[in-house]
């Protein structure tokens, strides 16, 4: 109905029993394979509110959540890990070295917005990702303008 849900981290975990919970969101819980590790994030939409402020790609301690039943064809992504500055696991389980962090989406007439960031408190004592949560709510809001269109992979 045009209400806006902002997510956090956990939020893949939550509702498993509730499929409608799933599509709203985005995407389910599928593990976190390297635990807390230090990761290089790129940002794949330095056009958002929520990630023009970040640079092009960064580096950031948390605890990295890997989305299932998530599709490039119905949220897009802002924000992804790169995966070729990590070691091979066994437990990762996305195509093409896609391992989406933060997307955005419509539901309905609703915007939708989940990033797997804030995992440890000093994740929150970041400015750059408080300012990320911060834009993410006036976006969901409508108070600002960001495109949720899905694109593929490298567009």
């Known amino acids: 109905d045009g209400k806006g849900f902002v997510a956090a981290h ?6 498993a029993d509730w499929p409608e919970f799933g599509d709203l969101l985005g995407g389910r819980y599928d ?3 390297w635990n807390t590790v ?11 509110p929520a990630t023009r402020h970040l640079p092009p ?6 605890e990295f959540y890997q989305p299932s039943a998530f599709s490039r064809a119905n949220a ?3 924000l992804r890990l790169d995966l070729s500055k990590l070691p091979a696991h066994p437990d990762v389980h996305v195509l093409n070295g896609d391992l989406p962090l933060v997307w955005a989406k419509q539901y309905g007439k609703g915007r939708v917005f989940y990033a797997t960031f804030a995992h440890d408190a000093a994740t929150w004592d970041l400015r750059d ?11 969901a809001l409508g108070l600002t303008e960001g495109d949720a269109t899905p694109r593929p992979l490298g567009r």
């Open 57 to 62: 790609s960064f580096t950031i301690t948390d």
């Open 129 to 139: 990702i408080r300012q990320m949560y911060l834009e993410a709510i006036k976006w």
């Open 76 to 78: 897009r992504v802002l």
């Open 10 to 15: 956990t939020a893949l975990t939550a509702w």
């Open 38 to 48: 230090a990761g290089s994030v790129i940002n794949d939409a330095p056009d958002v």
């Open 31 to 33: 593990g976190h394979p």
